[in-house]
């Protein structure tokens, strides 16, 4: 199996990614740290630990990250996920802690500790993923790739041109774009499109397994898209858990490499990725000179029934 580790922000989505990552036969999940995004850090933990619990994966690390973004103060999104950052379902409190050390420092430890080169699945702002790579550069060279939850080719949703994982801390996805490792962009272009029909949701939902409806009862609570009223009852996207469908069938989604950068100058565009998609150089480049900029696999399209297929006969197995 490939070894990954998710940074996330759980979170409805997160937690959707969470369920399929322990039960996919072709992953093994070597740790999950978490960062301050949906809900506070602390939130974010004990959210983490209770779906792992849930999941039947109690043993797998799970470290405390960035109480707040580089520059920014923490904003959190509970009108997307609830009060407690998970939909408010009433789900039971975690029965152990997190573990002894920070989210930055566990990365380090499994990362450098994993027999294969790691892919890494941040589904959340990418303030610990930053840390990491300023603090410890030598990570990257056990590091397979990153396939990061962030960033918009065309409309944003935190603002109409900055999607929110990335609007949360511009800086820090300015340096994961440059961390001179293979990027996987799985953006709200795709993330958007992926939605499981009422029916499904609703036969997860009916399981006697406790990771499965879990599964089902989060899927109920998604948007079909974000921000608007489901369009059918209980119909629900799989959001962040998208992107660990692009590590487990990556032939699932059409990728262009592609020039990538984060507006950080403040004002309407800030946390905004642009993405190069013009088929040869502009004005700028004739008269200002190529500008350098960090190629990045930008997902364009995605095989929608095969990914909801991919996640129903995961978590129901
Ligand atoms: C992203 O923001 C969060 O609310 C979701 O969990 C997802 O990671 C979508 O913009
Ligand atoms: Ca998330």
């Known amino acids: 199996p490939i070894p990954v580790i998710i940074d996330c922000d759980t979170g409805v989505d997160d937690a959707l990614a969470l369920l399929l990552a322990v039960r996919h036969p072709g992953l093994d999940l070597r740790a999950v740290t978490c960062v301050a995004g949906n809900t506070d850090v602390d939130g974010v933990v004990r959210n983490t ?14 470290g405390r990250g960035a109480e707040r973004p ?19 379902l009433g789900l039971p409190a975690p029965t152990r802690a997190p573990a002894d050390v920070d989210a930055v420092t566990l990365l380090r430890r499994e990362i450098l500790a994993s027999p294969r080169p790691v ?4 589904t959340a702002p990418l303030t610990n993923i930053a840390l990491l790579l300023r603090t410890h550069p030598e990570v990257t060279r056990n590091i397979e790739r990153i396939v990061f939850m962030g960033g918009a080719v065309a409309v944003g949703n935190a ?10 801390d511009p800086e820090a996805a300015a340096i994961l774009l440059t961390a ?11 993330f958007m499109r992926v939605v499981v029909d009422a029916p499904d949701v609703h036969r997860l939902r009916a399981s006697s397994d406790p990771g499965t409806r879990l599964a089902g009862e989060l899927l109920a609570h998604r948007p079909t898209t974000q921000g608007e009223a489901p369009e059918a009852e209980e119909a629900g996207g799989l959001g962040d858990a998208g992107a660990v469908c692009a590590v487990a069938d990556p032939a699932g989604l059409t990728t262009r490499l592609l020039p990538v950068e984060v507006s950080l100058a403040p004002g309407p ?9 013009r088929p040869r150089p502009g004005e700028s480049e004739i008269h200002e000179g190529k500008r350098e900029h960090a190629l990045v696999d930008v997902a364009l399209e995605v095989d929608v029934d095969r990914y909801v297929k991919l996640y129903l006969e995961t978590v129901e197995r």
Request: charge should be negative.
């Open 269 to 277: 565009a800030r946390g905004q990725t642009i993405v190069d998609r």
């Open 180 to 190: 001179g490792v293979p990027i996987t962009m799985y953006g709200l272009d795709v």
């Open 49 to 62: 630990l209770t779906v792992l619990e849930q999941a039947g994966a109690p043993d797998i690390p799970v």
């Open 119 to 122: 892919t890494l699945i941040p």
């Open 70 to 88: 580089l520059i920014e103060p923490a904003r959190p999104a509970r009108h997307v996920h609830g009060s407690d950052g998970m939909g408010d």
């Open 159 to 168: 603002t109409p041109v900055a999607e929110f994982n990335v609007w949360h």
